[in-house]
Nanobody, 129 residues
Framework: QVQLAESGGGSVPNGESLRLSCAVS????????MGWFRQAPGEEREAVAT????????YYADAVKGRFAISQDSAKNTLYLQMNSLKPEDTAMYYC??????????????????????WGQGTQVTVSS
C-alpha cells in the first residue's frame, strides 16, 4: 500500500523560507514522477514542482521558478520542496503526489493532477504580509 506523508508546513512572514518533506512508503516501482501540488482556498489544485525519480527531469510552475527547489533522497525515500522568498500568494495546502510507473521522464514535465494516483493528506503553508 502506497503512503505519502507530508510535513514541514507552517506560518511564516513574507520573505522567509520553509522546507517541506514527503515520506514515501510502499512504492514498488523505481521510475515515476513525484510532485508537489498546492491548493489555495477557492482555487483549483495546481502543480508546483515535479521530478522524475530516475533522471534529471524537473518541472517548476512559473510562479515559483527561482524560489523553490524540488529534490529527492532515494536512500530515505523522501521528497523535498525547499521554498525560499515566500510570498503571501504562496499560501495554500501543499500536497505530495506520485504517479504510476513512467518509462519516460518527459511525462513529469507537463504535470496534470489526474496523472497522479497517490496523494498525501497535505500540509498547510501560510505566508503573512
Amino acid at each position: 500500500q502506497v503512503q505519502l506523508a507530508e510535513s514541514g508546513g507552517g506560518s511564516v512572514p513574507n520573505g522567509e523560507s520553509l522546507r517541506l518533506s514527503c515520506a514515501v512508503s510502499g512504492v514498488t516501482h523505481s521510475s515515476y514522477c513525484m510532485g508537489w501540488f498546492r491548493q489555495a482556498p477557492g482555487e483549483e489544485r495546481e502543480a508546483v514542482a515535479t521530478i522524475y525519480t530516475s533522471g534529471s527531469f524537473t518541472y517548476y510552475a512559473d510562479a515559483v521558478k527561482g524560489r523553490f527547489a524540488i529534490s529527492q533522497d532515494s536512500a530515505k525515500n523522501t521528497l523535498y520542496l525547499q521554498m525560499n522568498s515566500l510570498k503571501p500568494e504562496d499560501t495554500a495546502m501543499y500536497y505530495c503526489a506520485a504517479s504510476p510507473p513512467r518509462l519516460n521522464g518527459e511525462y513529469c514535465l507537463t504535470p496534470k493532477e489526474f496523472e497522479y494516483n497517490y496523494w498525501g493528506q497535505g500540509t498547510q503553508v501560510t505566508v503573512s504580509s
